[in-house]
């Protein structure tokens, strides 16, 4: 009999979100292992429970979150872990100019997602640098997606991608984040709603298993508490 692999994490969407949507999506059941100390709301004792018993005693050469086990194979980083999954599922590109638009918007997105977190992780300057980030930083980074989806379906081509699902959640943010920034553009509007279509993605979201909020940890000026 096969394992039921572990995903563990926070129980917050972060990073680890577009691996359940990936997940969800193949029909693989999982456990969905949440490492945060339960009704936390301050930084370090929301991550208390993991860095204070978990981290060093799962066996992971570099003990990280999130992780994913299943048998043998134990993983961290989530860009590794979505790609292991990619391969496993079939969701990587087959041709050399799909593996080249996957390859490079895969990167894209990670910096796109780490830009966002530097806004809102501890910032001082938060209220200032938001004003900047909604009238430049953002309609510049959505304007060069929009660009590179064009007229396509999925972002590589006809087929459905690992970066599919990492482009559904951070748009997905920053529809939360700025509706009206992100509704300006609606072939990413469009994409959006094709993700949410899927008959797993869809059922997944109505599912009690489903994470809509948080969004980030309670480090962040945004995402934690409505």
Partial sequence: MSSVPT???YKIRAIAQPIRLLLAYKGVKFTDKYEDKPGAVEYNDFKSTWFGKVKFTLGLDFPNL???IDGDVKLTQSNAITRHLARKHGLVATDE???????VLEQQLTDIRNQFFDLLFFNNNYETDKVKYLAETLP????ALSRFLGTRQWFTGNDINFVDFMAYEYLDWFRLYSPSTVNKYQNLVQFLIRFESLPAIKAYMKSPEFISWPIVSPNNTWGFTK
């Fill in 7 to 9: 995903l563990g994490y």
């Fill in 66 to 68: 999130p992780y994913y």
């Fill in 97 to 103: 100019t799909g593996l080249d638009r996957q390859d």
């Fill in 140 to 143: 510049q980074l959505l304007d």
